[in-house]
């Protein structure tokens, strides 16, 4: 019967692979008016470093990245850092009126480790950061929105960092001390947690390049240190939760990965090929260890940085083993799968020359876009729709059908209101949404990045991906809601895509949707 299973599993496979490429970049969608269901879940997402501000305010350490953009200010392109930000930390309670006016059911925000343990360990727990994500999370459920929150979204304790970071295996514990307090304080409050954000980001940026704090520039060494370790951490948190909070608090552990779609170039055996393998070092390596049968890291990367680390005369393999033990840890270790999808790129061979030892020189490929694909502000980031759909189709086949949320999609933009360009990526990718749902996908939500513009970590504030537009330069940090914010709400309202739809006003109320204000208390 298994088998029987497993033969029709891989034929409904195959024929949606040959389907899906079949419809090609063009015409991949009909004109069917679909609606997401009343139980799909919309929100927003930011992250710490990006909104907060109050980089030193109220007993907050320093971060890799206050570190490295005080030192570093030429790297900033604007030159606005997250010192103040867009000052969330003063003006959360703005945030949620703007998550009220959406009419959203949640919000995805991330906690700074520094700001709840200035010392990186819990030897010294700073109250004031406690009780800001208190005040947060309260004004949240106060108005029936959920927090989702993000344990780790790139900004590491310098502490930790001068340490050796994710390079060192100690940071396994420490990241499971940090997770302890944080469960400690809210497990009663917040049931979604996300353990590590975008771990290839942190791993590949940080330690194989010299763009992301600390610019260790360790290629093909500190990023493979750095995965395995990543990864253990997360597993860890996951174990905690369950063996020490889940009975009570019922709540849900997962890990965002960044899963934009790779296609060939064209159809030639080695593009085949080529995006086969790069899909295994940018994707392979995060999800087999929690999602794949076997567990473990994917057995071509095993294989490929075996056989070039021998030629280069290392002793054994520059990406570390998971003993069985580690497997075992890994196998499972997430309630559901994160999913942050921006855009695609297009996969060959290449015959470069690439420093040795290094990633890119373990992979040997490089990317392009397709030329009628349009680019956002941000030059990595060009539109095609169709890529959120492959990539669900794919993860859902290949990994089993796991429970998916989207924790990040969004699109950058110069300052301005009538962001045309925001609204109909939103408006296309929400269409291929809707279309990987009804062809199987086990979707569960959508989140939008960002809510506001904010500090788009070395671009400063240049390149804007907000719903709602920050005017940097006022005392309060002014928001005010883009035209894709109009859209965004009307589509969490009405639940479906309407193509031509336009605001009345570009003014924004309070969502009717499912908010309610709050009864006011009887005078005593
Ligand atoms: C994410 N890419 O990073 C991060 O989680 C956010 O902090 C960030 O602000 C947002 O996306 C927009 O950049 C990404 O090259 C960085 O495809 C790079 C890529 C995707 C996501």
Known sequence: MRNIQDCFCKMTYWLLIIFTSLLGT????????????????????????????????????????????????????????????????????????????????????????????????????????????DNLINELLKYNIEPVVTLFHFDLPQTLQDLGGWANPLCIEWFEEYARVVFDKYADKVKYWITVNQPNDICIESYESDRWPPAAESKGIGPYLCIKNVMLAHANVYRLYVNEYKNKYKGSVGISLAVNWLEPLNNKTENVEAVELYREFTLGLFINPIWSKEGDFPQVVKDIVAKRSKEQGFTKSRLPILSKQE????????????????????????????????????????????????????PWLASA?????????????????????????????????????????????????????????????????????????????????????????????????????????????????????KPKSMKMKISDRKFKEPEPKAEL
């Open 26 to 133: 063009d015409g991949w969608s009909d004109n069917r008016q679909r609606k997401f269901k009343d139980d799909f879940l919309f929100g927003a997402a930011t992250s710490a470093y990006q909104v907060e501000g109050a980089w030193n305010i109220d007993g907050k350490s320093e971060s890799i990245w206050d570190r490295y953009f005080h030192e570093h200010p030429e790297v900033v392109v604007d030159g606005r850092n997250g010192d103040v930000g867009s000052d969330s930390y003063h003006q959360y309670k703005r945030d949620v009126e703007l998550l009220r006016e959406l009419g959203v059911d949640f919000y995805r925000f991330s906690m700074s480790w520094n700001r709840i343990l200035p010392t990186g360990f819990p030897n010294k727990i700073n109250e004031k950061g406690i009780q800001y994500y």
């Open 327 to 378: 497997i075992k840890l890994l196998k499972g270790s997430s309630d559901f799968l994160g999913i942050n999808h921006y855009t695609t790129s297009l996969v060959s061979p290449s015959s470069d020359e690439f420093p040795s030892p290094s990633i890119a020189d373990d992979v040997r490929v490089q990317l392009s876009k397709r030329s009628e694909w349009k680019i956002a502000k941000s």
């Open 385 to 501: 729709p169709y890529g959120i759909y492959k990539a669900c189709i794919h993860i859902n086949l290949k990994y089993d059908y796991p429970p998916v949320f989207i924790t990040e999609h969004g699109w950058s933009t110069d300052v301005g209101l009538q962001d045309e360009d925001r609204a109909y990526n939103l408006r296309e990718y929400m269409k291929a949404i809707l279309l990987a749902i009804e062809d199987g996908t086990n979707l569960k939500g959508y989140t939008a990045w960002s809510l506001i513009d904010n500090v788009e970590w070395s671009a400063g504030t240049s390149e804007r991906f907000g719903l709602y537009e920050v005017d940097f330069d006022s005392d309060d940090k002014t928001r005010t809601p883009r035209l894709s914010a109009h859209v965004y709400k009307r589509l969490i309202k009405t639940r479906v895509v309407e193509e031509n739809w």
